[in-house]
């Protein structure tokens, strides 16, 4: 099984920047796409960037295109989320996700999710 923990979320000021970690436990890290959703209040859980088990594709939605990025290192079992240029719209829990050998992209194609990190930012 895979273990998931976030942190890093916290409030800021929009324009900041931020950087979420995930993580895992579990031998198999490697094998696992790794995604990141958020969740606004009263709205549904959504599709933010995922990372495929090699590394070798990344997706983003169209609303953090340019603005986060998202790697992983196998290595230490983490990833992360780099977000920059964070606008009050970012507002969300954030969420880690794993899925063995992927497909990603959708909430119903993940398997493992962590508990969640606040995100706040200010106008």
């Known amino acids: 099984q895979v273990q998931l923990e976030e942190s890093g979320g916290g409030l800021v000021q929009a324009g900041d920047s931020l950087r979420l970690s995930c993580a895992a436990s579990?031998?198999?890290?490697?094998?696992?796409?790794m995604g990141w959703f958020r969740q606004a209040p009263e709205k549904e859980r959504e599709f933010v960037t995922d990372?495929?088990?090699?590394?070798?594709?990344?997706f983003y939605a169209d609303s953090v295109k340019g603005r986060f990025t998202i790697s992983r290192d196998n290595a230490k079992n983490t990833v992360h989320l780099q977000m920059n240029s964070l606008k009050p719209e970012d507002t969300a829990v954030y969420y880690c996700?794993?899925?063995?050998?992927?497909?990603?992209?959708?909430?119903?194609?993940?398997?493992?999710w962590g508990q969640g990190t606040q995100v706040t930012v200010s106008s």
């Open positions: 990372i495929t088990w090699n590394g070798g594709s990344t």
């Open positions: 996700a794993a899925v063995k050998l992927g497909p990603g992209r959708s909430v119903s194609n993940y398997k493992y």
């Open positions: 579990g031998r198999t890290f490697s094998m696992y796409t």
